[in-house]
């Protein structure tokens, strides 16, 4: 469990049933303690599997301590949509990117990252999805997890509108 982003077991346990209300409420949590503004475009208006619930929620925080840690960003941008074919999760920020040598990895998008790339990357594949990470120096860091399914699943994605958080005044 990592307490300074807020998702713990009854958090991931409840995002079967609420994954939207879950990614919304570790979002406000996030932003406010951080002072990097949190913008939503889209959350999973039906049902998500729990074990995709959690693999979101997993990643999601990962991606977040990166951002914290390693950005220098002053806005993240989350859309997570889920239909009858599957889910996307995308997490954008506006920072530093990745640097330019950093791309000789062990990921099929080339960046090996660090631990928590490896985290984000093993709770989708733990769900037959895969994560890709791409940076463009000085242009900010895109992480896109995928799952697919077969069979219907209730209403797809709808766009929030939503914006969270406060500027921080970082550039």
């Known amino acids: 469990m990592n307490d300074t982003?807020?998702?713990?077991?009854a958090e991931a346990g409840a995002a079967a049933a609420g994954l939207?209300?879950?990614?919304?409420?570790c979002l406000d949590r996030w932003?406010?303690?951080?002072?990097?503004?949190?913008?939503?475009w889209a959350l999973p208006a039906g049902e998500v599997p729990p074990r995709v619930a959690r693999a979101v929620l997993t990643a999601l925080r990962?991606?977040?301590?990166?951002?914290?840690?390693?950005?220098g960003a002053a806005t993240v941008s989350v859309a997570?949509?889920?239909g009858d074919g599957g889910l996307r999760m995308t997490v954008s920020d506006d920072g530093r990117g990745l640097p330019s040598g950093s791309r000789s990895?062990?990921?099929?998008?080339?960046?090996?990252?660090g631990r928590g790339t490896a985290a984000m990357r093993?709770?989708?594949?733990?769900?037959g999805g895969t994560l890709t990470v791409h940076g463009v120096p000085d242009q900010g860091t895109?992480?896109?997890g995928v799952v697919r399914w077969s069979g219907p699943r209730r209403r797809s994605g709808r766009r929030s509108g939503r914006r969270f958080g406060r500027r921080s005044g970082r550039s």
């Open 20 to 25: 939207a209300e879950e990614l919304r409420a």
């Open 62 to 71: 990962e991606a977040l301590e990166n951002v914290e840690r390693h950005s």
């Open 31 to 40: 932003s406010a303690r951080t002072g990097i503004r949190a913008e939503t």
């Open 142 to 144: 895109t992480v896109t």
């Open 105 to 113: 990895g062990s990921g099929s998008d080339g960046f090996a990252g």
């Open 80 to 82: 997570v949509t889920a």
């Open 122 to 127: 093993a709770a989708f594949a733990e769900t």
């Open 5 to 9: 982003v807020g998702i713990g077991p």
